[in-house]
């Protein structure tokens, strides 16, 4: 009997086309329900009146979309410092492509609002309120994102904060506080995500910054951070 018999046809939109084979291979790797809340504009139709999938697609972009919707659909993502900026973008791009979002964040407003962005758009999502640069807390949002399920397919470090000063100026409470934050804060989320990943392997992502190679002016403990940042994302790759 057809899997597919009875289920209605589905017409799904994407960017472009690049590779009209590729496309047709990925397409058959996936099921169009689930990459159905990925749309976008121009034109790729995908139906199961026939025994192989069919398909149409104009311009570049669809050959992307597929490969992203192939990778991401229904993973399950634990992304720091979401609350705004580069980490909510990131949080709505994710969502968009299909992983399921865990936010980690001290700022529990803004958080609150890119989990509600995503519920209301894509969803799902859930917002865990944590301080990364506490182990203990790190650990304990890990188990409740993980409970009934104990797998992480993708870690964003993206939580950070900034510091003006030279080496001169600077304070010790600042440097500890950045410290704590930009490098304790991704080595906690690290720690206590791995277990989660090593079984089924996954991806980190630390979120760095050009600062961490060229000097930049009144940025001290910024840059040294970036820089240990980096150092940390090489050596847990080769670990």
């Known amino acids: 009997m057809d899997p597919h018999e009875g ?4 017409h799904l939109h994407f960017g472009d086309l690049a590779n009209a084979a ?10 169009p329900d689930e990459i159905y809340n990925l749309g976008a504009q121009s034109h790729v139709r995908v139906s199961f009146d026939q025994p192989a999938y069919t398909f149409q697609a104009t311009g570049g972009g ?48 803004g958080a609150a609002r890119t989990t509600e962005m995503i519920n209301n758009d ?41 510091h003006v000063g030279n080496a001169e100026n600077t304070q010790e409470a600042d440097f500890d506080r950045l410290m704590n934050v930009n490098v ?14 090593r079984p089924k392997g996954g991806v980190i992502l630390n979120m760095a910054s050009v600062a961490a190679t060229i000097g930049i002016p009144d940025r001290f403990a ?3 951070s970036k820089g240990a940042i980096v150092a940390m994302t090489l050596s847990v790759a080769k670990d």
């Open 122 to 162: 894509h969803g799902p999502a859930r917002f865990f309120p944590c301080d990364v640069s506490n182990q203990s807390e790190v650990r304990k949002k890990m188990a409740e994102i993980t409970a009934g399920d104990p797998a992480i397919d993708i870690l964003i470090n993206n939580a950070g904060i900034a």
């Open 222 to 224: 910024y840059s040294t």
């Open 22 to 31: 590729r496309l047709r291979h990925l397409i058959q790797q996936i099921q």
């Open 62 to 109: 669809a050959l992307n979309v597929l490969e992203a919707a192939r990778q991401l659909n229904k993973k399950k993502l634990v992304i720091t410092g979401a609350g705004s900026g580069i980490g909510r973008a990131m949080a709505l791009l994710f969502a968009k492509q299909g992983a399921l979002v865990n936010i980690l964040d001290k700022d529990a407003e």
């Open 7 to 10: 289920r209605v046809p589905l």
């Open 184 to 197: 304790k804060g991704i080595y906690n989320c690290i720690h206590c995500a791995l277990p989660y990943m």
